[in-house]
């Protein structure tokens, strides 16, 4: 099956440790992408990926890290920095960035406490 | 720039009549519009998109939207709702410029 997953579902870390999301596809995609979504609202960006080795902040950067060493792999690190990291967070790939559709995996909830 | 403005965070219908979700755009470019919905706890699926092609386009699970440059609407539509449409919906408009941004959500309740 052709999609994207990411991993764990549910994670929970306690306040001042980091914590690293997953997210794999094997759509063959070149752009990946991370929101955060929190009640009531819509998507945010976070950073985006148009091909290995190359990312750029969106809109929410800060307190995040990402890597995008191999085409299929794109993860996301919430650090300490963050100030408010319990959220929903989505990964979300597409061929190509701009007028192409984004599928979006099925999201990891974190709780930090 | 592009935003999007979806006209209503909450619409209640009943099962079996129709469904409108109202979406408004502004993109500096000729955009692209797309429509997804979520289900609670999981990711976004695509119901349907508008990329300058026929302004009326038809979706997955019977949903439709139309087009209207000179209104810069985006509308979507089901003629019978199922209770199996209960949802959150987000219009997202796509620009020139490579930045796609998502409205605040709409969130449908079908009520038996």
């Known amino acids: 099956d052709g999609g994207i997953t990411q991993s764990p579902k549910y994670l929970f870390r306690k306040e001042g440790q980091n914590v690293t999301l997953s997210c794999e596809q094997n759509l063959n995609h070149d752009a990946m992408y991370w929101y955060r979504q929190d009640p009531g609202q819509g998507l945010r960006l976070i950073y985006y990926s148009q091909i290995v080795n190359d990312f750029q902040k969106g809109d929410i950067a800060e307190g995040y890290s990402v890597s995008r060493e191999k085409k299929e792999s794109f993860p996301l690190t919430v650090t300490s920095a963050q100030k408010n990291p319990t959220a929903f967070y989505l990964c979300a790939s597409s061929s190509r960035r701009g007028l192409y559709e984004q599928y979006f995996g099925p999201g990891t909830r974190l709780t930090v406490t | 720039a592009q935003s999007v403005t979806q006209l209503d965070s909450h619409v209640s219908v009943s099962e079996g009549t129709p469904v409108l979700l109202r979406c408004n755009y502004s993109?500096?470019?000729?955009?692209?519009l797309f429509w997804y919905v979520q289900h609670p706890n999981k990711g976004l699926q695509l119901l349907l998109k508008y990329t300058s092609a026929a302004t009326l386009v038809k979706g997955i699970n019977g949903f439709e939207a139309e087009f209207k440059k000179s209104e810069t609407s985006f509308h979507l539509t089901k003629p019978s709702a199922h209770m199996s449409d209960a949802a959150e919906y987000f219009c997202?408009?796509?620009?020139?410029?490579?930045?796609?941004?998502f409205g605040a959500g709409t969130r449908l309740t079908v009520k038996p």
């Open positions: 997202v408009v796509s620009g020139g410029n490579n930045d796609m941004r």
């Open positions: 993109s500096s470019y000729s955009p692209s």
